[in-house]
């Protein structure tokens, strides 16, 4: 049976890192969305005469932040119809909160519910100090109105989404990552998603 995953979760959390952890046992595409819609984003904002690494203004949240989920869900689409495991890194925090949304993307890519497993993996961490230590450590321009903003930012790092589709709760996981990513927490994961 397919897999879809979903690694979805606050900024910092390390959706990408246990994402990759994973694809490394379970193969996939590996869709993240900052990569699949980054360069294009960046592009238009400097056209615009604005941060290329702007992700939370109203001004990105109301005319690109569609666009790149959009578009990573085409990408999606089509590597569901094509017969391979896909997994999706990224918040997705208003996708999961409209039930409608993952039945769109399973009939627009010729399957039904019953063929491809759709898994939630929620990434969260108890330690607001550890979050910001990460995005620290990854150093991507992107962060740094997180950084300068931080009282203000969404910090909640074990925020968990709403989650309104139409799965089974046994489909959703809450995932602390807080702590080293070790091998036996790796093998939790991957028979989760396997299950």
């Not at 790149?68 to 896909?86: A, F, L, M, S, W």
């Amino acid at each position: 049976m397919q897999k879809l995953v979903f690694f979805v979760g606050v900024a910092g959390t390390g959706k990408t890192t246990v994402a990759e952890k994973i694809s490394e046992q379970i193969p996939c595409a590996f869709l993240d969305r900052d990569t699949v819609g980054g360069r294009f984003v960046e592009r238009f904002l400097e056209m615009k005469g604005l941060d290329p690494n702007d992700r939370d203004s109203a001004f990105y949240k109301e005319n690109l932040r569609d666009l790149e989920y959009d578009t990573t869900k085409d990408i999606c689409i089509e590597n569901i119809r094509v017969g391979q495991n896909v997994f999706m890194i990224s918040p997705f925090t208003a996708e999961l909160k409209n039930r409608d949304w993952i039945q769109g993307v399973i009939e627009a890519s010729g399957k039904s519910m019953a063929e491809v497993d759709v898994k939630v993996v929620v990434v969260t961490l108890q330690d607001i100090d550890t979050q910001r230590e990460r995005i620290e450590d990854r150093g991507t321009e992107r962060d740094t109105w997180k950084l300068e903003n931080w009282d203000s930012y969404e910090t909640r790092v074990d925020f968990v989404p709403t989650i309104n589709w139409d799965i089974p709760q046994d489909n959703i996981h809450i995932y602390d990552n807080s702590g080293d990513l070790s091998d036996e927490k790796v093998e939790g994961l991957v028979s989760f998603i396997n299950a």
